[in-house]
């Protein structure tokens, strides 16, 4: 082909003939069974068989050239016309078996506007765009569908055939030459998605194969220190705790210590809904690798959690001789006491603690606090802090079952199954937005029984990002209404374009009490405890993710104290209302997961963050959850 072309496919990713291969078709379209066009119908796009038994070019008045040829089927004629195309004329021959796919435009005279046409070739050699399924590809500027199908077909049927099956059998599944075949030009239309399954499945071999190797590459070579510690001090941090771990608790907790106990580096994601208490979980293990005199460093996502992540933890480990220190970009605690007193140090921060300035010396465990907030690669750079450190990475998104498989394939999963009792349950309720006033008075009479209350707005303030709907109130704008609306108890903001200094001071007054209400945007969304908060509510809910609510959710209902979760919303469209059903139907953090993903598919789910989210091709982590299983079971036979 020439440089032009060559060019264009370039722009696809297509520079290779496997990259052809590669190349998924859009959709397909069934341009099989002709019709006759005595029976043809308008606007249905049509395959059609005849002879082309006249042709000719004209110039009409207004100075638009037509060229038509007519086609008999011998059930009736039909004009196919072609406007200012005069170089058409010429190109078919009078007498020639023609297949014809396209709309009928007028029925008198019956006429179609610029079909697709192919010549039925004497012999074997089949049509390529008619009389089969034919694929529609992704295209780029100036690459016409035709072209780049006929170059598939060639590629195709050169190539397909000796494309060699791996090293593993697959049964049930079309083998790889089939499945290439039938991925572009499939008998029927449900070849094809056999085809994409059978692919996807090898690349989800390929890719569990690869964590396994990885992690094996680890394991054999990196020693970590071992730290079986002495007990003493984990013993008296839980004696010291106003509760008793829960039995979903106490295994993790075990799990997690037998493998700090080990020299192999601990490679642990503990998974456990919001409020299920992943933090004293990790407070127990930091203890633990204290007790051996290594220090650790906690990674959470924003200011405000690794603030009260370094507030709650000094509590519980200062007693013990730990020291514990903060490192965000407006807070550098000094580490240097720690040294001189050669005693154990936590440094909690945020991606502060990421930069090349910072280092401490042996770090015997790394935890990152809500992981799916960080990209692999700045888990990875942590990491490096130390000389092979332990790894525990917490989340309190529920992942559905396939993303974990994918993306935490490295690691180990534990997961907190139980709530901690003692809490009162969470009810949702969702409203139209004319109830407010009866949802404030509701409001009002929780604070007027010392509780508090979240009230949350999808944006800030007039200015907003251009996507958020013009009716959606903003934080700003709503501030002094609900500051008479719930006087004489106090409202405090937050919000994300606040320096950080301002955050935490509303934030330490919202814990102390001293506020009532606090006004937020999603800023509330990560971790914040407050179990003394009762009520959230949310307005124009539909403009959050399901996710994104369940999250919400999880800031109440933390103490003993029945919550409600209230949802205020005006639309109605089924995607709204499907999402608010989840809502109202579970409390289970891994059902909404997996029913968001089913809503919204998987990018949207992880967020921009995600960027160690594996580019599949075929594999559709939105519904191959059984294929990703198989290919686990596959990968874990195979020879490294
Ligand atoms: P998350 O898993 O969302 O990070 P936290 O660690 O913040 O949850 O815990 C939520 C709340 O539950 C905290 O107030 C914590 O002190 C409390 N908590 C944790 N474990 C227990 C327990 N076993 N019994 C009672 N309360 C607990
Ligand atoms: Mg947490």
Redo the contacts with the bound molecule.
Sequence with gaps: MGPERAAQLARLGVLTIGDLLEHRPRRHEDRRHPRAIASLELGQPTLLRGTLVAQGARRLRGGRGLFEFILDDGTARLHCRWWNMPYMDGWFRTGDEMLVFGKLASQKPRAMDHPETERVEAGDDAPVHMDRIVPIYPLTEGLPQRWLRSLAWSIVHAHAPSVPEPAYTVENLPTRAAAFGHLHFPDELDDSERARQRLALDEFVDFQADLRRRRMAVQSRARATACAGHGRWSKQLLASLP????GA?QRVLGEIQRDLAASVPMRRLLH?D???????VAAAAITTVAECGRHTLLMAPTEILADQHARLLRTWLEPLGITVALRTRHHHDSTESGFASRGPILVVGTHALLEESFQLPEVGLVIIDEQHKFGVEQRNRLLRKGACPHLLVMT?TPIPRTLALTLYGDLDVSVIDHL?G?RGAVRTHVRAADRLPRVMDFIRAELQRGRQAYVVYPRVGEESEEATPADVKGVEREAGRLERAFAPHRVGMLHGRMSAEEKERIMQSFRTGALSVLLATTVVEV?V?V?NATVMLVENAECFGLTQLHQLR?RIG?GPHAAHFILLSDQKTPAVLERMAVLTRTQDGFEVAEADLRLRGPGDLLGQNQSGMPPFRFGDLSRDLSLIDRARAIASKLRA
């Design positions: 509760f008793k771990l829960t608790q456990g919001v409020g299920s208490g992943k933090t004293v309190a901690p003692g971790g405890d179990p999880g933390r």
